[in-house]
């Protein structure tokens, strides 16, 4: 499930692309499949890029992608990069964990071009808020969300590092009802049978591209979406 939309977000023919914080890699993934640029995805968890890996694997196997792709175990706060290599970066759902995330903006805008367009997505305040009261499991431990962000707090971070934002979008209302359901059970509590339902529901909603349920969505989004994201580019 894509958190950065694309239509706003437009990968060009030969563009060099970054996915900084990828996780699994859906948004690597995507840009993958529209085959027309290069690759790589990069996170410091290791078994987050062995599925990255596997699926990129495949999709080259399938002759969805033709490979123009590296998977990259590192710190976004010191990215191994020469200043200004890549024409689009996305940074989706890792500012709230990093130690510092002012340095994490100053090494993305470091290694992005001028003119290069930067995607960084993360939670809402709101959710942040009703998840941190009602379970500390959320935020207190290793790997876990160290702040919350308003609206205004990152964008102000992102313009002080020349960047010129273009776009906001709030998105993943769906998903706010997940983790809600999560800390209503307990986070640790994995095998809970109402959110396992729940995340069946979103599971499947995805496989079947039902018209109905985006729109929904869409208009939860004006009330609780669980992410921001911020469009800019480096002026």
């Known amino acids: 499930m ?3 939309n694309f239509n706003l977000f437009r990968i060009e023919k030969g563009d060099k692309f970054l996915d900084v914080g990828c996780g699994e890699g ?4 995507e840009v993958n499949r529209l085959n027309c640029c290069k690759v790589c995805a990069l996170d410091m968890d290791y078994m987050s890029l062995r599925k990255t890996l596997f699926v990129l694997l495949h999709m080259d196997s399938q002759g969805v992608s033709d490979g123009k792709w590296d998977v990259m175990r590192a710190d976004a706060l010191s990215l191994p990069f020469q200043d200004a290599s890549f024409d689009k970066i ?5 500012m709230e964990h990093v130690a510092d995330d002012e340095q994490g903006i100053r090494e993305l805008v470091r290694v992005l071009k001028w003119g290069g367009a930067l995607a960084v997505t993360v939670p809402t305040y709101l959710t942040e808020a009703v998840y941190w009261a009602m379970d500390e499991d959320y935020y207190n431990h290793p790997g876990g969300h160290v702040r919350k962000y308003k609206s205004r707090e990152l964008v102000d971070a992102l313009r002080r590092n020349n960047l010129a934002v273009y776009a906001i979008r709030y998105e993943h209302a769906f998903h706010s009802i997940y983790w809600l359901l999560r800390c209503i059970f307990g986070l640790k509590n994995e095998g809970a049978m109402v959110p396992a339902l729940y995340h069946g529901f979103l599971e499947m909603q995805i496989v079947t591209k039902s018209r109905f349920v985006p729109w929904m969505e869409r208009i939860l989004n004006f009330f609780f979406p669980k992410s921001i994201v911020i469009y800019t580019r480096k002026i």
Request: net charge neutral; glycine share 0%.
């Open 26 to 29: 859906r948004h690597s993934w």
């Open 90 to 94: 996305i940074c989706a759902e890792v």
């Open 2 to 4: 894509l958190t950065v």
